[in-house]
């Protein structure tokens, strides 16, 4: 299955990695993780905009959390090209193995590891609560590389983002770790 996986995601991952643009950075642009930190370095460093701090965010186990019916949904409006492999390999249980048990424990969410579709699955399950998080532009930019994201505003501008994170990433099970958030303030 991971050869054919392999296949599709050669095929038509560009499809993807066009839809998700700048907005979700795993869907495969070349170097833009880079172009990204260098973005929010200049915005914050250096003095260029409004930016007063750069909070960075991870979601939790988000790979395993993620809502495989909401993400084979929005794959298949924003990725039609592979959906139907999409859904052909995501449609059932998964069967996890687990050391000492002698039952598998089936999972109905979430990517499965090994799977070279996961990332771009990941990226198309997550490209709608990315881009409703965007509103409004004039806020600062947002950065997101698969369940890594960034905002760079004013600190007030900065909490709302949070704040709506948490609201809507529920939604397509997106938990931002509550303890974990990193805040970097600079100017006065």
Same mark, same amino acid.
């Given at each position: 299955?991971?050869?054919?996986?392999?296949?599709?995601?050669?095929?038509?991952?560009?499809?993807?990695?066009?839809? @998700?643009?700048?907005?979700?950075?795993?869907?495969?642009?070349?170097?833009?993780?880079?172009?990204?930190?260098?973005?929010?370095?200049?915005?914050?460093? @250096?003095?260029?905009?409004?930016?007063?701090?750069?909070?960075?965010?991870?979601?939790?186990?988000?790979?395993?959390?993620?809502? =495989?019916?909401?993400?084979?949904?929005?794959? =298949?409006?924003?990725?039609?090209?592979?959906?139907?492999?999409?859904?052909?390999?995501?449609?059932?249980?998964?069967?996890?193995?687990?050391?000492?048990?002698?039952?598998?424990?089936?999972?109905?969410?979430?990517?499965?590891?090994?799977?070279?579709?996961?990332?771009?699955?990941?990226?198309?399950?997550?490209?709608?609560?990315? =881009?409703?998080?965007?509103?409004?532009?004039?806020?600062?930019?947002?950065?997101?590389?698969?369940?890594?994201?960034?905002?760079?505003?004013?600190?007030?501008?900065?909490?709302?983002?949070?704040?709506?994170?948490?609201?809507?990433?529920?939604?397509?099970?997106?938990?931002? =770790?509550?303890?974990?958030?990193?805040?970097?303030?600079?100017?006065?």
């Amino acid at each position: 299955m991971r050869i054919m996986g392999k296949a599709m995601s050669l095929e038509t991952g560009f499809d993807l990695e066009r839809e @998700c643009g700048e907005d979700q950075l795993c869907a495969g642009i070349k170097g833009g993780i880079e172009a990204a930190i260098h973005a929010v370095s200049g915005l914050f460093d @250096c003095g260029e905009g409004e930016a007063e701090c750069v909070l960075a965010v991870d979601a939790k186990n988000a790979f395993n959390n993620l809502s =495989r019916p909401a993400a084979l949904w929005n794959a =298949r409006q924003l990725w039609p090209r592979a959906s139907r492999f999409l859904f052909n390999t995501y449609q059932g249980h998964a069967a996890l193995c687990l050391g000492g048990e002698k039952e598998p424990l089936c999972s109905q969410e979430g990517t499965t590891q090994g799977d070279p579709m996961a990332m771009l699955m990941y990226a198309a399950g997550t490209l709608p609560l990315v =881009r409703s998080l965007k509103e409004p532009a004039e806020q600062g930019p947002q950065m997101w590389f698969a369940d890594d994201s960034s905002k760079c505003s004013s600190l007030e501008q900065a909490r709302e983002w949070w704040d709506k994170l948490g609201e809507k990433g529920c939604r397509t099970a997106i938990f931002p =770790r509550q303890a974990r958030p990193s805040w970097w303030c600079g100017r006065g």
